[in-house]
């Protein structure tokens, strides 16, 4: 059964450092990985889909990658600013399935 | 604008009281699909539909049905809501799973309480 496990649960940093977000799962036959951002009391926001022949993807500040045979997938977001807090979830489409299969997500906060 | 929507957004409610939670989308979109969010266990697919007239079970579908009459609506329905369905639901919709446009958007939430 497919697990996704996203360390640290919870994460504060100044403003203008570089980090780094990681998800890692349990079957690396999967489909696709993708990013979400979730404000608090508000739906999700797609930010970053990785196919799973591509290595990574970029969206301005942000910089996601997929290992695939390792089960693992790093966000990464460059010069934090404070509206980048937020909660960050990375899900996984497994290969046999039609299904999502979340992390229980990372919360960041950004202090000026 | 590209939305999916829900409504309501919040709603308190007694034990067995049938409800139903509806979402819509204007993309349309192929797929769509419910989920609920609960503190220390993310989210957790309740159904899904690949089209009109087909759904299928995510990982926690008891308690709960669905419908897809039409391509745009995927309503959520709880014939005896139970204290345990009290949550956060998410309405989801994409193209599909294949190709490039899978990607999920996910509509503001509805915040249920059974009480």
């Known amino acids: 059964k497919q697990e996704v496990t996203q360390i640290p649960a919870a994460l504060s940093v100044p403003e203008g450092e570089n980090l780094v977000l990681n998800c890692s799962f349990t079957?690396?036959?999967?489909?696709?990985l993708q990013w979400f951002r979730q404000d608090p009391g508000k739906g999700l926001t797609s930010l970053l889909l990785?196919?799973?022949?591509?290595r990574e993807q970029t969206s301005g500040r942000l910089n996601a990658s997929l290992d695939k045979s390792s089960g693992r997938s790093t966000l990464y977001i460059a010069a934090s600013q404070p509206g980048d807090s937020a909660t960050y979830l990375c899900a996984v489409r497994p290969g046999n399935t039609d299904k999502l299969i979340f992390g229980t997500g990372t919360r960041l906060q950004v202090f000026p | 604008e590209a939305q999916v929507t829900q409504n309501p957004r919040y709603l308190i409610t007694v034990t067995g009281k049938k409800l139903t939670v509806t979402c819509s989308q204007n993309?349309?979109?192929?797929?769509m699909s419910w989920y609920r969010q609960d503190p220390g266990l993310g989210l957790r697919q309740i159904y899904y539909?690949?089209?009109?007239?087909?759904?299928d079970k995510g990982d926690v579908p008891e308690g709960y049905k669905v419908s897809r009459k039409e391509k745009r609506n995927f309503p959520l329905i709880l014939e005896s809501p139970s204290p345990n369905q009290t949550s956060l639901y998410f309405c989801?919709?994409?193209?599909?799973?294949?190709?490039?446009?899978?990607?999920?958007?996910f509509g503001p939430g509805t915040r249920l309480t059974v009480l």
């Open positions: 990785i196919q799973s022949s591509q």
């Open positions: 539909s690949m089209n009109v007239e087909v759904t």
């Open positions: 993309m349309n979109h192929e797929y």
């Open positions: 079957d690396s036959a999967i489909y696709n």
């Open positions: 989801a919709s994409s193209f599909g799973l294949a190709g490039l446009y899978n990607e999920q958007f």
